[in-house]
């Protein structure tokens, strides 16, 4: 099996009316989580540079990812290849990656509420620079459900939250790395303004 994973991003200014859209899909909630992503990467920084991602992330369980982009690619849509797997020590996890070479580089957090309709799924993100939703499914799916939200295609972002994070740092002058909660507050973000060049690196 490939393990492609399949998705896009909106960012939206206004939680309320995008989650009564999607129960009105007929969509069901598993509740919304907080999350806390550890990135691991080796001395040479060799993941990071291959655009791949070695992910330790602590919620109500905690699940060991690794992801990496596959030979073929659509640039409507984020595809990666995604290697999954829950664990259950997350200190114990994260000292068995650090014997094999990898170390804590970055961390970012996020509050994650998931809704579920048919074979897709759709994340209410509050990331601590902005609010998104994230559809993953087949294509003509995620095409269809961001058509019945009411988001514009062309609005759609393909962008990982850690290459959104460089171009929020980039705009606020920002000397931390970590995408947490409290390193944003004292921060006040308008991401919108963060969004035309965030076009041009999705070459929409």
Same mark, same amino acid.
């Given at each position: 099996?490939?393990?492609?994973?399949?998705?896009?991003?909106?960012?939206?200014?206004?939680? /309320?009316?995008?989650?009564?859209?999607?129960?009105?899909?007929?969509? *069901?909630?598993?509740?919304?989580?907080?999350?806390?992503?550890?990135?691991?990467?080796?001395?040479?920084?060799?993941?990071?540079?291959?655009?791949?991602?070695?992910?330790?992330?602590?919620?109500?369980?905690?699940?060991?990812?690794?992801?990496?982009?596959?030979?073929? *690619?659509?640039?409507?849509?984020?595809?990666?290849?995604?290697? +999954?797997?829950?664990?259950?020590?997350?200190?114990?996890?994260?000292?068995?990656? +650090?014997?094999?070479?990898?170390?804590?580089?970055?961390?970012?957090?996020?509050?994650?509420? /998931?809704?579920?309709?048919?074979?897709?799924?759709?994340?209410?993100?509050?990331?601590?620079?902005?609010?998104?939703?994230?559809? +993953?499914?087949?294509?003509? *799916?995620?095409?269809?459900?961001?058509?019945?939200?009411?988001?514009?295609?062309?609005?759609?972002?393909?962008?990982?939250?850690?290459?959104?994070?460089?171009?929020? *740092?980039?705009?606020?002058?920002?000397?931390?790395?970590?995408?947490?909660?409290?390193?944003?507050?004292?921060?006040?973000?308008?991401?919108?303004?963060?969004?035309?060049?965030?076009?041009?690196?999705?070459?929409?």
């Amino acid at each position: 099996m490939d393990h492609l994973e399949t998705e896009v991003k909106f960012y939206i200014g206004e939680v /309320t009316s995008v989650r009564n859209k999607i129960f009105d899909l007929g969509a *069901s909630s598993s509740g919304r989580i907080f999350e806390t992503n550890f990135l691991f990467d080796d001395k040479s920084k060799r993941l990071f540079e291959n655009r791949s991602l070695l992910r330790l992330r602590r919620s109500l369980k905690t699940s060991l990812t690794f992801k990496t982009k596959p030979e073929l *690619s659509d640039d409507n849509f984020k595809i990666l290849r995604e290697l +999954e797997v829950e664990v259950s020590d997350f200190a114990v996890m994260s000292r068995i990656l +650090e014997f094999l070479g990898y170390n804590k580089e970055r961390v970012y957090e996020k509050w994650r509420e /998931t809704f579920f309709i048919e074979d897709s799924s759709l994340c209410v993100d509050s990331m601590p620079y902005g609010n998104f939703l994230e559809i +993953e499914g087949e294509k003509e *799916s995620i095409r269809n459900l961001a058509k019945m939200i009411g988001l514009k295609w062309e609005e759609r972002i393909t962008l990982n939250y850690l290459e959104l994070f460089k171009v929020v *740092s980039s705009q606020y002058d920002l000397a931390f790395s970590d995408i947490t909660f409290d390193n944003f507050k004292n921060v006040k973000v308008d991401f919108s303004r963060c969004l035309p060049e965030i076009r041009k690196l999705c070459n929409f």
